[in-house]
């Protein structure tokens, strides 16, 4: 099992700190545990997570290694920090700054081979399932990554995040065998999930974690999380 806290655009260098000094402090079970600031607080939450096995990843990563790339940030820059991983394709970069299937392929592709670990994000939008079009949907975006040992997937249909709107488990599940019949790698789910519904999710047999947004950004409710996956 692995917990994945997506801040999104929340926290900087100085509530990073406070934050992961909380989270260090508790009880958060077996389950892997990895936080995902924004990266002005990369290096911030790596010092105060030292020593510990809580791991910090990045929301993006360039696929070039450098150059002439305002405004992006290289998978060596992210190591030299001592950053684990990066999250690619997250739908919100999607919907507002052109993330494409093949950008966010080319982004994993260098991000892997530079030795990061990658949470890539696939989902349909709430059209999409309406249309009835959430299996092609899904094949189509788990087709341009390649399997590896350090991939994993997160289903997070667009509908559910930051909504409030959680996926029944049984339309994560589903999801999840989809993907994984395309790619075989660990999937977490992501949308929504919270201390009350996270233990019934991350109960069903193809999920093998979540990537929680909103309520990672509180220490108490990402912590409560974090024990309802190491019981599952
Ligand atoms: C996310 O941003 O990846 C996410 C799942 O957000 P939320 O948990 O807030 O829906």
Known sequence: MLIAGNWKMFKGPAEATAFCRELRARELGNAGVVVCPPCVSLASAVEALADTEIAVAAQNVAWEAEGAFTGEVSASMLLEVGVYGAIVGHSERRQYFGETDETAARRATAALGAGLAVIACVGETEAEREA????????????????????????????????????????????????????????????????????????????????????SLDVDSFAAICLAASRS
Do not use: M
Request: aromatic residues 4%.
């Open 132 to 215: 009835g079009e959430t299996e092609p949907v899904l094949r189509r975006q788990v087709a341009v990554f390649e399997a590896h040992p350090d991939l994993v997937v997160a289903y997070e249909p667009v509908w559910a995040i930051g909504t409030g709107r959680t996926a029944t488990p049984e339309i994560a599940q589903d999801a999840h065998a989809v993907i994984k019949s395309v790619l075989d790698v660990p999937v977490l789910y992501g949308g929504s999930v919270k201390p009350e519904n996270a233990a019934e999710i991350l109960s069903q047999p193809d999920v093998d974690g979540a990537l929680v947004g909103g309520a």
